[in-house]
Every structure is written in structure tokens, then in C-alpha cells.
């Protein structure tokens, strides 16, 4: 990667309009994601709403040759997983939607798990620690401190709760281009890695497994499993450094109270 790009005000703006955009689209997926909806179906509705409603683009179809506007990732599936139309949604499941969007130049990437009615109280265990563990690593971001200290964060709530950190993915700076630098792990030591500066803006995106760290890729080329099959979950933001804290520039309505 290059660089660290930090964004101008003018920048910030537009990666602004392109996150609250994308909450948009999650809350049409609120009314739509529930047992018996194949995955496809799912794409095709965000693909209709980001192009007919938000008058913006997909960002990941066509991104690396990938065919789909999002990816769907259920239970065991860490990332990449990709839409079917085979794929109809379990009562007992749990479902991460990964979804980027761009607008006037600028990318947006974020994503959410939903939990189905019956899923296993196990399962909702995971989710939940997984969604305090980005919160966690979303406090620790604030300018001087290190991504050292983001990652460490997010170890120690996942750990603790006996999961563990997926090392072979991690965050990434973003704005013009969906992956630019810096790199963001989600584990680390305090005080160490890069500086964080006002006008960076990055994903904090962590996957976390009931069982142990090892992934394989499918057949497929894209989907992502644990290698024993345990459940994986993942939540993910886009968040900008600013003067004197952070912003989450993909933060929900149902989310409000977190940044109060």
C-alpha cells in the first residue's frame, strides 16, 4: 500500500454523504432479512436500492473481478461468502452483510450481523462480544494514539470471552479507492503501529471465531470458513479521525446513543 492519504475537509464531506447513504441501505435490510430470503435475493435488493434509490454505485461489484454487490457470510463463513439463489436463510442462522457504496467518487464500507429468531444462544453470544469488540476499538481511536492500541482493544474483549481474532484479514484505509493504506489489525500491543492523525478515515472490521483463528478458502476462490467450522462473526465501520476524538461515518440510527 502507499501512503496514508488524510482527507480534506471538503473530502470528509463527501465520505460523509457516502456513509450515511449506506445506513440507508441497512435499514431497508432490517425489513427484509429473515428466514426463508435466499442470499440473492438479498444482493438484488441492495443493488436496486444503491442504484435506483441512492443514485449511487456498488462499489464492490466488479471490484477484483467479483460479481455481486455485497457479501453474505453465514455462520461459519468468515468473509467473501457469496450470494445464492439456493440459499435460503435458516431460522437458527446468523448473517453478516458486508455492502460498500460509492458516491461522487468517494467509498463507503461497513457491515452487520443479523440474527435470526432461532439461532443458538451460543450464537448470539459471539455476535454480541464481536459488535463490543469494534466498539471497543472504535474508542480507542483518537489523534496521538496508536493503531497498536485499536487492535489491543479488540484482542482483549474477544480473548476474554474465550474467541478468537481472525489475523488474516484486517481493516484498511479508505476513500477514493476501497483499500488504501493503512492496514488496520485487529489485534496488537499498546502504543505500538502507526500514529493516528485527524483526517485519516479506515475500516474497523473484526472477525472473530468461537473456535480457533484458522481460515481456509473454498473452492470458490472468495469464501472464507473456519477451518473447524466453528461460527465466525464480524462487524465493521468506516470511521474518520477528527481533532479531538473519532466519527463513524457509517453509524446507524439504532446506534445513535454510542457516540452521544
Known amino acids: 500500500m502507499s501512503k496514508v492519504i488524510i482527507k480534506s475537509a471538503e473530502e470528509q464531506a463527501l465520505m460523509r454523504q457516502a456513509g450515511q447513504l449506506l445506513t ?11 428466514p426463508g430470503i435466499t442470499t440473492m435475493a438479498i444482493n438484488d435488493a441492495v443493488e436496486r436500492f444503491i442504484v435506483d434509490e441512492l ?12 460479481r455481486y454487490v455485497l ?5 461459519d463463513v468468515v468473509c467473501h461468502g457469496m450470494p445464492s ?3 435460503r436463510l435458516k431460522k437458527t442462522d446468523i ?4 455492502i460498500t457504496l460509492e458516491k461522487n467518487g468517494f467509498i463507503s464500507d461497513s457491515s452487520k450481523m443479523y440474527v435470526m429468531p432461532e439461532a443458538p444462544v451460543a450464537a448470539r453470544k459471539l455476535v454480541k462480544t464481536t459488535y463490543e469488540a469494534m466498539w471497543q476499538g472504535i474508542g480507542a481511536v483518537r489523534p496521538g494514539a496508536r493503531l497498536g492500541d485499536v487492535g489491543a482493544a479488540i484482542q482483549a474483549c474477544a480473548e476474554t470471552a474465550g474467541y478468537s481474532i481472525v489475523k488474516d484479514y484486517c481493516g484498511h484505509g479508505i476513500g477514493r479507492d476501497m483499500h488504501e493504506a493503512p492496514q488496520v489489525l485487529h489485534y496488537g500491543r499498546p502504543g505500538t503501529g ?3 492523525k485527524p ?3 479506515f475500516t474497523i472490521e ?3 471465531n468461537r473456535g480457533g483463528p484458522q481460515v481456509k478458502t473454498l473452492k470458490d476462490g472468495w469464501t472464507v470458513v473456519t477451518r473447524d467450522r466453528s461460527l465466525s462473526a464480524q462487524w465493521e465501520h468506516t470511521i474518520l479521525v477528527t481533532d479531538i476524538g473519532h466519527e463513524v461515518l457509517t453509524l446507524r440510527f439504532d446506534e445513535q446513543h454510542r457516540e452521544g
Open 95 to 98: 448473517i453478516n452483510l458486508d
Open 85 to 87: 439463489v439456493r440459499y
Open 194 to 196: 502507526l500514529e493516528l
Open 55 to 66: 443514485k449511487a454505485r456498488p462499489a464492490s461489484k466488479g471490484q477484483y473481478g467479483y
Open 24 to 34: 440507508q441501505v441497512f435499514d431497508m435490510l432490517d425489513g427484509i432479512v429473515k
Open 199 to 201: 483526517g485519516m478515515i
Open 206 to 208: 473484526p472477525m472473530i
Open 71 to 75: 457479501n453474505v457470510s453465514v455462520n
